[in-house]
């Protein structure tokens, strides 16, 4: 295992408590490059966008009165639209559904300073002169935040309590979102959404077919299986699995049966196509992550991961190597403990700056008036910004802030194929072998 110490970092302000569902990476606006979608308990939806050649990130669209927001999930619903668009959607504790569709021409924000405003060349600017310097940067401010709020386009109540939204396509043309409940049950729901000519949303989302699951439902993931269909995978306590077929009559249901299994807490399960020979599936437990067959009537292999309080969450795939082939497996702890896995078991170690006295850069970088008692409450990773840099974005408890990490580098060490797939080449979206 290698330790390496992250130095490239940015931190973000965002008020109220974000579960691990309400925060995600996807391009909202047809740009080719992501933003952080963050959705908190207090209803705000909070979309940042990277700036200066990635060295910052600023609050780029907003929205308010959403309720408890319990899961966010990109992707198109329309089903009358001759391209996919990006409709963000996001559903809240009560069962309300709320989906918010940006416009492709979308106009930049310029804040003008207060010197700007008054050299504008006009023959009354005596009567700007009237106005204290305060008072124009206010006004900038609030046109700056009023360009910054975005409105639902459309709204539905279905079921409340839902942790889980997922939106996948099946056949030719029929747009689905699935949700996964507290009351342990999935709901799959067909989008009959349309856009008007006017940039409305008309229609509705009609509920399809409904899964119990026997026990409690922890995540659940998608999986393509053809251009047409997908199947779900859903982790459940104890290191448990079960895929299956949403859209198949009388399906089949394939599930671990790991009765000896003495692991409890927090389950996560992925499955990975380009990991090994055949597709596998990965599901972390507590301190450790373990790799089930394609039938998952076995466990390949286990991948001890050293944690020395809390537990593990956040299972995410990260980016394949030039061959499309290879795939990078990241995971985090409550602590901030981050591993990067590879298929070869090599391990990638660091944690990022959780408190004042760990140094994280320099400037607007640096990290201040944090405790150690801050933990990570939701975690994700993926490319980021307009250079598409892979980063790893932690939510903390108590600071209200979010810590991006980006740019990692590490010493020529046997595990140096991972630091390689994290280098500088993923500024075109690709990233380098280190075999």
């Known amino acids: 295992m290698t330790f390496v110490s992250p130095v490239n970092t ?9 579960v691990s569902n309400a925060l995600l990476l996807a391009d909202v606006d047809m740009n080719k490059s992501n933003e952080l979608i963050v959705g908190t308990q207090d209803g705000e939806l909070l979309i940042f966008k990277a700036i200066r ?47 918010f569709l940006l416009r492709l021409a979308v106009q930049r924000n310029r804040v003008r300073s207060a010197g700007g405003t008054l050299n504008s060349g006009n023959r009354n600017d005596s009567k700007v002169h009237l106005h204290s310097a305060t008072s124009i940067v206010n006004d900038e401010e609030q ?24 939106i996948q396509e ?6 689905q979102i699935i949700i996964g409940y507290a009351d342990r049950s999935i709901r799959v729901f067909t989008s009959m959404v349309i856009e008007e000519f006017d940039g409305r949303l008309t229609g509705r989302f009609a509920l399809k077919s409904v899964f119990n699951i026997a026990e409690q439902i922890y995540t659940i993931a998608a999986r393509r299986i053809s251009v047409k269909d997908y199947e779900l995978i859903v982790s459940q306590p104890g290191g ?7 859209n198949e009559e009388n399906g089949r249901i394939l599930a671990t049966d790991m ?40 466990i390949l292999y286990t991948i001890p991961l050293s944690v020395k309080t809390g537990y593990l969450c956040g299972l995410r795939v990260g980016p394949p190597s030039k061959d499309k082939y290879n795939q990078i497996v990241t995971i985090s702890s ?5 591993f990067i896995i590879d298929r070869d078991s090599n391990i990638l170690r660091f944690r990022p700056p959780l408190s004042s006295n760990t140094g994280c850069g320099g400037g607007n970088d640096s990290i201040t008036n944090t405790s150690f ?53 993923a500024l075109d979206q690709k990233i380098k072998e280190g075999y």
């Open 10 to 18: 940015m931190t973000l302000d965002c008020s109220g408590n974000v």
């Open 53 to 99: 050649n990635q060295s910052q990130a600023q609050l780029w669209r907003r929205a308010h009165g959403l309720g408890f927001i319990t899961a966010i999930a990109v992707g198109p619903v329309t089903t009358n639209t001759p391209e996919p668009r990006p409709i963000i959607c996001v559903v809240n504790a009560e069962g309300a559904i709320h989906l």
């Open 143 to 166: 046109q700056q935040q009023q360009q910054q709020q975005i409105q639902v386009a459309f709204s539905q109540q279905l079921i409340c309590n839902p942790k889980i939204l997922i």
């Open 170 to 175: 099946y056949n030719d043309n029929e747009k």
């Open 240 to 246: 448990n699995l079960l895929r299956f077929n949403p």
């Open 259 to 298: 009765c000896n299994n003495g692991t409890t807490g927090w389950t996560e399960a992925i499955a990975l196509d380009r990991f090994v020979d055949e597709t596998v599936y990965a599901a972390i437990c507590h301190d450790h992550i373990d790799i089930f067959s394609n039938q998952l009537n076995r």
């Open 334 to 338: 409550v602590d901030g403990d981050t």
């Open 373 to 425: 008692a801050d933990q990570i409450q939701a975690f994700t990773s993926g490319f980021f910004g307009d250079n598409n840099i892979f980063c790893f974005i932690y939510v903390l408890t108590h600071n209200d802030k979010i810590i991006i990490v980006h740019s990692i580098e590490t010493s020529n060490t046997k595990t140096a194929n991972l630091a390689t797939l994290l280098e500088k080449s």
